[in-house]
C-alpha cells in the first residue's frame, strides 16, 4: 500500500501505540492490562507499520528475527521461577523487591512477576508477528 | 439474558458443526471459528451473568466491598481464546500450504497418505 | 516437593526453548535435547520412589491454595506414566539422531520433540481439569508441528486430517469444562470428586460424562473415533511416529482413567457399558484393519488402536484387578510399541521400503533386528513369558471374573489375530528373500549410526523380557496403583489438606 496519508499518520502513531503497550504492561499488575495484552498492542503497531511501508521494513525496524524474540520472551517468563527456587519457595511465588522505600513510602516495586509479564510481552510480540510475516510473505 | 446466550450459543453451534461437514477446508475452519467462540460463551455463561463491577480490590481493603464478578472463568476464557488463536492460525496456514502443494483444499480429494489402490491388490 | 513435581514439565520446556534457539547448530541442539531427556529420567525416577515411599503427592503452584491455586499431585499411576514417558522420551531421542534428517533438525525438531514431552509430562501430574486442557493443547501443539515438520505433500495431507479431527475434540473437551465448572464452581479433580457426588442432576452429570468420552476418544482412538489415527501416523519421520504411537493415545487413555475413577461418582447408569462396547470395537476394529494391511508402519498404526481397546477395557471392567491390568498393559504396550516403530525404521533403513511386498531377507543381513522384533512383536501378541501376556491374563482373569465370557473371547481373538499380523510381518519382512537385491546388512552402517538405532531399541526389549521373565513387581505396583484409583481418599487428602 502506498499511500502518503497513512505513512504520515503510521509514523505519529506507532510511537504512541508503543509507548501505550509499555503503560498497559507496567499496569497490569493491580488493573486491567498485562503483559499478554500490551503484547498484542505492541504486534499491532508492527502490523500497521507493515501494512504502511512494507513487510521488509517492518522486519527491519524490529531489528531482531521475530522468532528470537518470541523465545527470549519465553526463557524470561521461565527465568523469572529462578529467584523463588533460590530461597526454596514453591513454583513461580511472587517475590517482591522495592527500591528506594521507607517512611510509608512503598518505593518503586520490583517483582518475579513483572518479569514474568515482560517475558509474555515479548513472546506474544514475537509469535504473533512470526505468524503474521510468514503468512503475508509469499 | 442468560437463556438469550444459551439460544446463540446452541445456533453457533449448529452452524459451526454445520459448516464442519463440509468437505471444503475453508469452511471446515469458518466452522472451527464458530465452534470455538461457542465453547468460551459456554465457560462464560456458566461463570454466571451479573451486572457487578470488575473484580478488582481498591487501596487500602482486604477484601472488595460489594459482589464482583467472577474472575477465573474469564481467566479461562482468555486462555482459550489464547489457544484457539494459535491453534486457528496454524490450521490457516496448514490449509494454505496444502493449497500450494496438493492444489486443493477439498478433504475429498486428499488421498496421498492413504492411496485408494486401483487394481484392489493390497 | 513442588519444584520435584514441577520440573517434569519445566525442565523439557526450558530444554525446548534452548534446543529451538540452538537450532541452526544441530550438534549443539542435539546435546541439549540429550541432557534433558537425562535430566527428565532422573526426575521422574526421583518422583517415581517418593511416590512409592509416601503414596500421593501434592504441590500447589505459587503458594496459591487449592481449589484455588493449580495443583500438581503425582499418585501411582502418574509416577510410572512419568517414568515410562522418560523412558520413551530418551529411547525416541537416541533413535532420532540416527532418523531425523538435517533439514527437519534446522526447522527446529529437538525444540517442538521435547515440547512434546513437556505436554505429556504437564497432562500427567496436573490435578486440575482446565489444565489438562492445556497441557492437552501444548502437546497437541508440538504434535501438529512435528507432524508436518519438512512439509513432504503426504505429511500435509495427514496432518491436515489429524488437526482437522483433534481440534474438534478439544473443543468438546472445552465445552464439558465449561459445563462442569457452572455445575460445580470449581475445577480442581480432587474437588470435583466430592462436588460431583452431591450434584443430584444424573442427567446433566451422563452428558457431561459422554461428552468427555467423545472427546478423550478421539485423543485416544476409541472406535468409532479413531479415523485419524490410520490417515496421519504413518507420513512423518519414523522417531515421531515411535514416540506417537507409544506417549499421545496413551494421555486420552489416562484422561479417560482420571474422569471415571477421581472425577464422576462410580456409577452413572450407561457409562460403563458404553466404554465397554467402544473397547471390545476398538480391540477387533484395529485388529482387522491391520490385517487388511502390507505396509510395515500401517500395520503397527493399526495395531496401536486395538491395544488401545485392552486399556480402556480394564477401565470399563472396573474391577480392582482389571483396572491392575489397565496400568501393567500400559507399561507392556508403550515399551513394545515404541520400540516396533524403531524397528521398522530400521528395517526400512535397510531394506528400503516400508512395503512388506518390496521387502525381504532382514533375517539373514541382521539377527539382532530380528531377535529385537521378534520379541517385540510377539510380547505385542500376548506369548509367554512375554510381557503382553500378563498384560493379557490380567484382563481376561479379570472378565472371567465378572463372568464376561464373550469379553475375555474378544481379547482372546484380537490377540490370535494381533499375532497374524505378526507372523506377516515376520515371514515377509525377515524371513523370505529380498525381491530384488539383498537389504543392507546391519553391520555395513556407520559405526555411531547403529548404536543410535540399535541401543534404544535392545534397551526397550530388555524391560519387556525383564517384565515378561520377573512381573511380580509390576503386578504388585499395578494392583496397588488400582487400589489407590478406586479409592481416590487418599489423593483427594493430598489435595486438599493444606499442608506445607
Known sequence: MNSVILQGATRLLVALILLFSVYMLLRGHNLPGGGFIAGLIASAAFILYALAWSMREAREALRISPVRLATVGALLSLGSAVPGALQANPPFTGLWLFLGGGDGEKG????????FDIGIYLAVLGSVLALFFTLEED | MESALVIVIGVMTATGVYLMLASNLLC???????????????????GR?????????????????????????????LTAIVIGFGLLAFTLALVVGCYRELGTIDADHMRLAEPIDPDGEH | MGWLLALPFLLPIAVGLLAFAARRTPPLARAISLIGCVGLLLVAGAIFVQVLAQGPVAAQMGNWPAPFGITLVADRLSAIMLLLVALVGASVAVFALADVDRHRETLGFQGFYQLLLAGVCGSFV???????????????IASFALLVLGGDREQLDGGIKYVALNLVSTLLMLMAIGMIYGLTGTLNMAALHQALAEVEQPATLQLLAVLLIAA???????????????????????????????????VGVYALIRTFTLIFPADLGFTRELLLGAALLTMLSGVLGAASQYEFRRILAFHIISQIGFLVLGLALYSPLALAGTVFYMAHNIVAKTNLLLMSGTARRMAGSFDLLKIGGLYRASPLLAAVFFIAAFSLAGFPPLSGFWAKLLLVTASLDQAAYWVAATALVTGALTLFSMSKIWSEAFWKAHPQEPPQTLASLPAIERVQRMAPAVVLVLITLLLGLFPQPLIEFSQAAAAELLNPAGYVAVVLSPSE
Open chain 1, 108 to 115: 518503586v516495586p520490583l517483582s518475579t512477576v513483572l518479569l
Open chain 2, 28 to 46: 471446515y475452519l469458518f466452522g472451527l471459528i464458530l465452534l470455538s467462540n461457542a465453547a468460551n460463551l459456554v465457560i462464560f455463561v456458566s
Open chain 2, 49 to 77: 451473568l451479573t451486572r457487578v463491577v470488575p473484580p478488582l480490590i481498591p487501596k487500602g481493603l482486604e477484601a472488595p466491598p460489594e459482589p464482583v464478578a467472577n474472575a477465573l472463568p474469564q481467566a479461562m476464557i
Open chain 3, 126 to 140: 496436573t490435578g486440575d481439569l482446565f489444565n489438562l486442557y492445556v497441557w492437552f493443547e501444548v502437546m497437541l
Open chain 3, 216 to 250: 478423550f476418544g478421539i485423543k485416544a482412538a476409541l472406535f468409532p473415533l479413531y479415523f485419524w489415527l490410520p490417515a496421519s501416523y504413518h507420513v512423518p519421520p519414523v522417531a515421531v511416529t515411535a514416540v506417537f504411537a507409544g506417549l499421545l493415545t496413551k
